[in-house]
C-alpha cells in the first residue's frame, strides 16, 4: 500500500497521559497536514510542514499538542497531559504540487 | 480566518434520483474547492475539485459548480446508486498560506434503493 499511512489506528489513554501518533505521508510528497475530526464535524486544521519546517499552525493547537517532522519525511502529534476533550480522529494528509491531499486512515483517540 | 457552511446536513434520496449539496465559504483568497466523501470508518476521498478560474466540472454522474462573486459552490450527483451513501464534505482552500483545507460540516447522504 503506497497511501498515507498512520499508526496506531485506535489509542485507549487516561486523563492526564501522554500520547504520540506516526503519520508516513506518500513517499514524494513534501508537504504534511494533521487534522482533527470529531463526529459529526469535518476534519478542522491542526498544522501544516513543508519538508521539515512547520509553516502553520492553527489556533487550535494548544501549548499540549507538538508536531514534528524531523527528516522531512514522517511526522510525529504528541499531546501531553491528554484532556476528555481530546478525544477525536487525527487525520494526516500530505500532498506534492497538486493541491489536492491525500489522507491517511487516522488514529481514533479515546481519552477515559 | 476561512468559514465554510455546508447544507443539507442529511439528505436522503430515492436510486435513481439527483442530490445536490450546497457550500459557501466566507475568504475571497480561497481558490481551491475540493468535495471528499468518506465512508464510515474510512478515510476521506476526494471525489472531484475545482479552482476558482473554473465556473463548472464535470467527472461522469458527479458535477461542481462555483460562482465566485456569490461564493457559493455545490456538488451535484445524478442517477443516484446505494453505493453514493456516504458523508460528503466540501473544503475551501484560500492561496498563500499551506493552502490547509477548511471543511463544511458534512451532509449525510442515503441512497434508498
Known amino acids: 500500500d503506497t497511501g498515507v499511512s498512520q499508526d496506531p489506528r485506535h489509542k485507549i489513554t487516561k486523563r492526564g497521559q501522554n500520547v504520540t501518533f506516526r503519520c508516513d505521508p506518500i513517499?514524494?510528497?513534501?508537504?504534511l497536514y494533521w487534522y482533527r475530526q470529531t463526529l459529526g464535524q469535518g476534519p478542522e486544521f491542526l498544522t501544516y510542514f513543508q519538508n521539515e519546517a512547520q509553516l502553520e499552525k492553527s489556533r487550535l493547537l494548544s501549548d499540549r499538542f507538538s508536531a514534528e517532522r524531523p527528516k522531512g519525511s514522517f511526522s510525529t502529534l504528541e499531546i501531553q497531559r491528554t484532556e476528555q476533550g481530546d478525544s477525536a480522529m487525527y487525520l494526516c494528509?500530505?500532498?506534492?504540487?497538486?493541491?489536492?491531499?491525500?489522507f491517511g486512515p487516522g488514529t481514533r483517540l479515546t481519552v477515559l | 480566518g476561512e468559514n465554510v457552511e455546508q447544507h443539507p446536513s442529511t439528505l436522503s434520496v430515492q436510486e435513481g434520483d439527483s442530490a445536490v449539496i450546497k457550500c459557501t465559504y466566507s475568504?475571497?483568497?480561497?481558490?481551491?474547492f475540493p468535495w471528499y466523501k468518506q465512508e464510515l470508518g474510512k478515510r476521506p476521498q476526494l471525489i472531484i475539485d475545482i479552482r476558482s478560474n473554473v465556473g463548472e466540472k464535470k467527472d461522469q454522474r458527479i458535477a461542481v459548480t462555483l460562482n465566485k462573486t456569490a461564493k457559493h459552490f455545490s456538488l451535484h450527483i445524478t442517477e443516484t446508486q446505494p453505493e453514493d451513501s456516504a458523508v460528503y464534505f466540501c473544503?475551501?482552500?484560500?492561496?498563500?498560506?499551506?493552502?490547509?483545507?477548511?471543511f463544511g460540516t458534512g451532509t449525510s447522504l442515503t441512497v434508498i434503493p
Open positions: 473544503a475551501a482552500s484560500p492561496s498563500g498560506k499551506g493552502n490547509q483545507f477548511y
Open positions: 494528509a500530505s500532498r506534492y504540487n497538486h493541491p489536492e491531499q491525500f
Open positions: 475568504d475571497s483568497a480561497s481558490n481551491y
Open positions: 513517499s514524494e510528497h513534501n508537504r
